[in-house]
């Protein structure tokens, strides 16, 4: 019995002793945090340095509100860059650098994509690694954030510029950062500057965004790049081809079908480029630019009538008055009198209708007010003039009718006046 009571006495106080000393290491932790905060608050960071490691080497996690990792990162920072640290120190404070954003992942510290993109600066410009180890931290940080800020980014396209070789393929993906850089900040002549500096000229920068395309043959993105540079380069031949494959797997999408009809109208491809602006008119019925460049494909393919139809489809669909497809309707009434072959009454009729149009259009008042005021004062002497309506028996305010030959199509009249 004796026995039994001196074992639970000694359990009891073996118990005691080992809270005690938890509690003692509570109290030294706290302890040396305190130490390390004030010497932080007071700008000693050689003192504090010391006591930060106690901490995050122990247990940071009852301190984390006071965020520790950013105060040490903070030291380790200010002494790396000191005039008074030496080289070998410097090595030193990169290794603790690595460290500090490993523990801060590891225990949970807030937004710990900071400390793996702030790893990867570090790594770059610290460390004695190989450029295939930088890039590496690089690419596993813009994983983990790939909303980081674009300095980032940065590194990593000027990390794979200056490391590039013809068999590593650095300076593709430089140019795919920079490509995507520009188009998010267009304004910013920095990524301009820098896709400039990958390539001699810009035909071997079609030539990278065409590589890159053909490695990665079904990513929409990459194809879209690779069409915006060849647009860029004036390759429009070129950039049918991404785009053809852009249109065929989002059929919905207007951007695609825009630039591709565009470059069929550049390229005289002109079935195509009606084909295109009538997808057009179908997924965007209001926009009165696609009205009017079919309108001029018609018109260029000499189907007047259709190409005035499109006109004036695309007045409607304007939600202001327009003076483009008025002038170019009167230069479509022009173009008929001029084609017919002879300079009868009929025709001095069309070229009438064609300046009375002219008219119309100045009086808009819009960009092409001028050039329309130009083309009635051309067309003065190719109208009727009072002696053509005199022998016909026409009085001012009678109207006549465009009909006959090749104007059948015109189905309009004008005013004697």
């Not at 390759?235 to 079908?257: N, R």
């Not at 009868?344 to 007010?369: H, Q």
Request: charge should be negative; glycine fraction near 2%; aromatic fraction near 12%.
């Amino acid at each position: 019995m004796k026995f039994i009571k001196s074992l639970i006495v000694t359990v009891l106080l073996l118990l005691l002793s080992v809270s005690v000393i938890n509690a003692q290491d509570e109290v030294s932790l706290v302890a040396e945090f305190s130490l390390f905060y004030e010497s932080y608050k007071n700008k000693d960071f050689k003192s504090a340095e010391p006591h930060g490691w106690t901490v995050i080497d122990t247990d940071p996690s009852q301190f984390l509100k006071y965020r520790p990792f950013k105060k040490m990162e903070e030291i380790l920072f200010y002494m790396h860059d000191s005039v008074a640290t030496t080289e070998e120190e410097k090595d030193a404070y990169a290794d603790k650098a690595v460290k500090l954003y490993d523990r801060a992942v590891e225990v949970g510290a807030k937004n710990p994509e900071y400390f793996i993109m702030r790893k990867a600066f570090v790594v770059e410009q610290w460390s004695n690694a190989q450029p295939e180890e930088k890039v590496a931290a690089y690419i596993t940080a813009l994983e983990k954030n790939p909303n980081a800020d674009p300095y980032y980014k940065d590194r990593l396209g000027l990390l794979y510029a200056a490391n590039a070789t013809d068999e590593n393929g650095y300076k593709l993906k430089a140019l795919e950062i920079y490509m995507k850089l520009a188009s998010e900040d267009p304004e910013n002549d920095t990524w301009i500057n820098r896709i400039n500096a990958l390539a001699d000229d810009m035909d071997q920068l079609v030539e990278f965004m065409k590589k890159a395309w053909d490695l990665d043959k079904d990513n929409l993105e990459k194809a879209w790049k690779y069409a915006e540079m060849c647009g860029k380069a004036e390759h429009f031949d070129k950039a049918i081809e991404p785009l053809e494959f852009l249109v065929s797997h989002s059929p919905d999408v207007v951007t695609y079908w825009k630039k591709l009809a565009s470059l069929y109208q550049k390229e005289d491809r002109t079935d195509d480029a009606i084909r295109a602006y009538k997808k057009l008119i179908e997924l965007d019925p209001k926009n009165r630019d696609n009205y009017f460049n079919i309108a001029i494909i018609y018109n260029k393919l000499d189907q007047l009538s259709v190409a005035r139809s499109y006109l004036q489809k695309a007045s409607k669909a304007s939600e202001e008055p327009w003076d483009m497809p008025i002038y170019v309707e009167a230069q479509l009434y022009e173009k008929a009198a001029s084609q017919s072959g002879s300079f009868e009454f009929m025709d001095k009729c069309v070229y009438k209708l064609a300046s009375d149009t002219y008219v119309k259009a100045a009086r808009i008042g819009g960009p092409m007010a001028a050039a329309s005021v130009d083309r009635v004062k051309a067309l003065k002497d190719t109208v009727p003039q009072k002696e053509d309506y005199f022998f016909r028996d026409y009085k001012s305010g009678d109207k006549i009718k465009i009909e006959g030959g090749t104007f059948g199509w015109i189905k309009r009249s004008i005013t004697v006046k």
